[in-house]
């Protein structure tokens, strides 16, 4: 197979997150209004120089990124939108850097935004897909958390692992979450509140479980000579991957997409799994960033519960690991929780990172991760960022 | 072990009755073979022509091949249990009053993976059987049993909301002068039945049956003509509110198509009962048991009309009573559609010609009453919409599926001429 172009040239830039709230009595439109404001001001760049614009939201309903041009004035000549929820970020970063290299569009904003209105999160399930409706939530409606409950009663099977194992995972999170004054979740967490905690589909207890919210964030993505000069922080694309239904027939999801991508994945990018310096990866269950920790390469199948038991993710530790406190403990904002690892992934290689910054930091691998069609996730997603421009 | 379900203590009149709430019914057309299944107590799956791939959950196009001549197929509903999950909470009503609610994946044998309920005694990673059943929205479900039969075992609340069990069970068999309500009665009791309420209309004429029913314990013989619109609802004002299955037998019946006959009398007094009874009885009793799905051990569960299989298509020896089951079985369609939003479900017994007296001039085989008792405790347990019962009955379908104007010709023969 033909080896495929590598990124260079592009920038990411301006990350921008609009703080989450539990419920909002705003909409969807309002909430990508205000990250994509947000990005277009950190850069200095004005609505009319925006003619790249791509979007992932799930409560825009009835409206696409084509209403949200007319909505909020836009004139792009390149338009995406992305429904891959949690892995929409890498996603929407790898066209927008193709668009930049073939010059269909100069400045691309990418923006990812939801409302929680009460019963919203009701609402988006009982429409999730076709194969949702006739053939998993007739069976308890558990939703999302009855899936991972299956997935994690098969992990624990399958590898040993313990929800003490899952449990320093959530706490680690939430200790860098207390570092970010925007996470909803503001108190410690011990493992013993974490084991002690309500049990929602056994074995996921309250803690495994991501809190629904309002919330959006935004990146620019542009030349390495726009940005210069606009003089704006940036990183580039060192690479990025995306995969769809990959292992259909694994009986039960205990990997996922990255394991056909990976070699790709660190070769276009010069390094291993040694050189990164921080991990993002997309945390709606504790389960799924161990999945991800192994297929990315970080240890062998199997091997994250020990891989947890010996390394420390916080931001001071020796593997860092969802900087600002992951979904688990700034909560989920829709299609925003697959950006949040993203914005703050560029912020970490930009040196813009604030109290969750890890010192240093160049290298930072984005996983993505999204929608349970029927029983696991059907989209993957990767991207390797490496500093550009620090601030 | 499932814990023995116990009677249910009396009614407390001073708490509320819960209002009916359903599980989810929403599903694409596709899916809904898996309903009709359900509806005859078979476990069927999509299976492509082309690639013979066994798939699930239902598509419009094969997984393997993107072939598109998909058909429902019978397959061997064994498989293994991967993982499982107690739901504790849910946003869906239906569950969260249910809570704690088991469902996991099972590895089919025939290849699918597919996620279901799972019954409380089936241990981690073992061998499971499969049921496709109709749960509360009347939509077809999947329940994962112990292979090997556990104690109690239909006992298991999880199963029983996919059943419309006699057990405990309060119910209304609607005429004491069919041949067949003792047998009926009786079958119901030994199922569990707590009360079995017999309809008798003409109270003051002697008939065969009389004797057989006074001899039942817990059979309560009550007034009732369902050609009589005071006397159905002075009934469902009795008794409406602890009516938990309501069995429609009564039937009027004549021999001959509409030649045979010099006036519409005959045919006027099978609509009365046939078919306009039926309409009575639905709209006196009706409103009640749709109030009292919800309503514990002995919730309302069932309706069940016993119909002629001729009332698929007709055949002119019976013309007129043919037609008038033809009317029923189209009401009781209606009634299915009306009953849903309780999660009332409506089963239909079709029967073939039974030995009795008016079948008399009819050679074999025919059915006795035993064997509609037993397909109807039967299609009870199982929450069956449809029952076939009896060799004709089965017959009439199979060909009426294969070609509903084939089968119309073979019933109008003219017979040869000289």
Redesign the interface.
């Known amino acids: 197979m033909k080896q495929r172009l590598n990124y260079e040239g592009v920038a990411i830039a301006a990350p921008f997150t609009m703080p989450y709230q539990r419920y909002s009595i705003d909409t969807a439109h309002w909430w990508i209004a205000k990250a994509l404001r947000g990005s277009l001001d950190a850069a200095g760049v004005a609505p009319t120089d925006i003619d790249g614009f791509s979007v992932a939201s799930f409560t825009l309903a009835p409206d696409t990124a084509v209403g949200l041009t007319q909505h909020l004035g836009l004139c792009p000549r390149w338009l995406d939108n992305i429904p891959m929820g949690g892995a929409s970020a890498s996603v929407a970063l790898r066209r927008a850097a193709r668009a930049i290299q073939a010059g269909d569009a100069n400045i691309v904003a990418c923006v990812a935004g939801d409302t929680n209105q009460i019963d919203s ?2 609402n988006m ?2 429409s999730f897909s ?2 949702a ?11 999302p ?2 899936n991972f ?3 994690t ?2 992990y624990m ?1 399958t590898y040993g692992a313990t929800r003490e194992d899952f449990g320093r995972l959530c706490v680690a999170q939430r200790d860098n979450a207390l570092r970010n004054p925007n996470a909803l979740m503001k108190k410690p967490l011990t493992l013993d509140d974490y084991i002690n905690a ?7 207890a309250l803690f495994d479980c991501v809190m629904p919210c309002a919330g959006s964030e935004c990146f620019l993505v542009m030349s390495e000579e726009e940005a210069q000069r606009r003089q704006v922080p940036y990183a580039t694309i060192g690479s990025a991957i995306e995969r769809h239904n990959a292992h ?1 027939e694994d ?2 999801q205990l990997r996922g997409g990255w394991t056909m991508d990976i070699d790709e994945l660190y070769a276009m990018a010069e390094c291993t799994p040694t050189d990164i310096d921080l991990l993002q990866t997309y945390d709606d269950y504790p389960v799924i960033s161990m999945m991800q920790i192994e297929d990315l390469g970080f240890c062998a199948k199997g091997e994250a519960p020990e891989f947890v038991r010996s390394h420390d993710l916080t931001v001071n530790g020796d593997f860092p690991h969802n900087t600002s406190g992951g979904q688990l403990s700034a909560g989920q904002a829709g299609a925003a929780g697959g950006f949040i690892g993203m914005v703050e992934a560029i912020r970490q290689v930009t040196g813009t990172a604030g109290a969750t910054q890890v010192k240093e930091a160049s290298t930072a691998l984005v996983s993505g991760f999204g929608m349970i069609n ?2 696991r996730g059907v989209c993957s997603s990767a991207s390797i960022l490496k500093t550009g421009a620090r601030a | 072990m499932t814990d023995e379900l116990l009677p249910p203590p009396r009614k407390d009149p001073q708490k509320r009755t819960l209002s009916p709430t359903r599980p989810p019914e929403a599903r694409s057309r596709a899916s809904l073979g898996l309903s009709a299944a359900a509806a005859e107590g078979r476990f069927a799956l999509q299976v492509c022509a082309e690639c013979n791939t066994v798939q699930y959950p239902p598509r419009d196009a094969c997984s393997r091949c993107i072939g598109t001549d998909l058909h429902w197929q019978d397959i061997a509903a064994t498989g293994q249990l991967l993982a499982d999950t107690v739901i504790q909470t849910s946003t869906k009503l239906y569950f969260r009053e249910r809570a704690p609610w088991r469902m996991g994946s099972v590895k089919l044998d025939a290849g699918p993976v597919v996620l279901c309920h799972i019954h409380s005694d089936c241990e981690k990673n073992s061998a499971v059987t499969m049921l496709n059943r109709l749960d509360a929205s009347g939509q077809g479900v999947l329940l994962a049993i112990p292979t090997i039969r556990t104690t109690h075992m239909e006992d298991d609340p999880q199963l029983r909301a996919l059943s419309a069990d006699p057990r405990h069970r309060r119910i209304l068999i609607t005429d004491a002068w069919n041949p067949n309500t003792p047998t009926l009665a009786n079958a119901l009791i030994e199922a569990g039945a707590s009360t079995v309420f017999v309809g008798e209309s003409e109270s003051w004429r002697p008939h065969p049956n009389r004797d057989a029913l006074a001899a039942i314990d817990k059979v309560e013989v009550l007034p009732l003509d369902v050609t009589d619109t005071a006397s159905v609802k002075k009934l469902a004002g009795e008794i409406g509110g602890k009516t938990d299955i309501l069995i429609n037998n009564a039937r009027f019946m004549r021999p001959g198509g509409v030649l045979d006959r010099g006036d519409t009398g005959f045919a006027k007094e099978e609509m009365e009962v046939n078919y306009l009874g039926m309409m009575r009885l639905a709209q006196a009793f009706g409103p009640a048991m749709c109030a009292r799905t919800t309503d514990g051990v002995n919730s309302a569960v069932a309706w069940v009309n016993i119909l002629s299989v001729n009332a698929l298509s007709n055949s002119p020896d019976y013309g007129c009573f043919s037609a008038s089951n033809a009317a029923a079985y189209s009401l009781s369609q209606s009634l299915r559609g009306e009953f849903r939003g309780a999660g009332l479900r409506v089963m239909n017994v079709f029967v073939g010609p039974t030995d009795d007296a008016w079948y008399q001039p009819l050679p074999p085989p025919k059915v006795l009453p035993p064997a509609i008792a037993r397909s109807l405790v039967d299609g009870l347990q199982r929450g069956l919409e449809d029952v076939w019962c009896g060799d004709v009955a089965k017959d009439v379908r199979d060909r009426w599926r294969r070609d509903p104007k084939v089968l119309e010709r073979e019933m109008t023969n003219g017979g040869d001429g000289a």
Do not use: V
Not at chain 1, 133 to 143: H, K
Not at chain 1, 198 to 204: F, G, H, L, N, S
């Open positions: 999160f009701r399930l009982s076709r194969f409706m006739d053939a998993s939530y007739p069976y308890g409606y558990g939703g958390n009855a409950a299956l997935l009663d098969c099977q309500r049990p929602i589909a056994d074995p996921i259909a009986d039960i029927y029983d």
